[in-house]
């Protein structure tokens, strides 16, 4: 059974290729930044799903996340950082935590790609709040 709307008592598949990957906005990151959303929030689960590729050198502006943001890494070496500490290096394979209204950035490290899944809480139909 086909639905175009996720529910609790049927299973949702979003297949692989239906969402057109795009060029991350220069207002939110710096060089080459792809941007392939996996899955919208929704009124159960309030959190969204994004494969978010970093060539080398790109990043994320300094924002927060209303409700806190998890990164997996999935390919490459990247850097995050937070507000007023240290740049911590991250690899595949790590899981970092954003918690809500942490000012943080994360990307790639400049001489490599890093490639990672955001899972990114919702609130108020907004994920992240972006600085200039």
Not at 10 to 29: A, L
Not at 59 to 71: D, E, K, S, V, Y
Not at 98 to 126: C, D, N, R
Request: glycine residues 10%; negative net charge.
């Amino acid at each position: 059974m086909k639905r175009c709307e996720e529910q609790d008592n049927f299973i949702t598949i979003i297949r692989n290729g239906s969402q057109e990957p795009f060029k991350g906005p220069e207002k939110w990151f710096t060089r080459d930044v792809i941007v392939e959303n996996l899955f919208p929030e929704n009124n159960l689960f309030p959190y969204s799903g994004s494969l978010v590729k970093f060539q080398p050198g790109a990043r994320t502006a300094w924002h927060t996340h209303p409700i806190g943001q998890r990164l997996i890494i999935t390919k490459g070496v990247g850097w995050v950082q937070q507000w007023g500490e240290p740049i911590e290096e991250v690899r595949e394979g790590d899981v970092v935590w954003f918690p809500a209204g942490v000012k943080h950035w994360h990307g790639a490290t400049p001489t490599s790609s890093m490639s990672h899944i955001a899972l990114s809480g919702v609130y108020e139909s907004q994920a992240a709040v972006w600085m200039g």
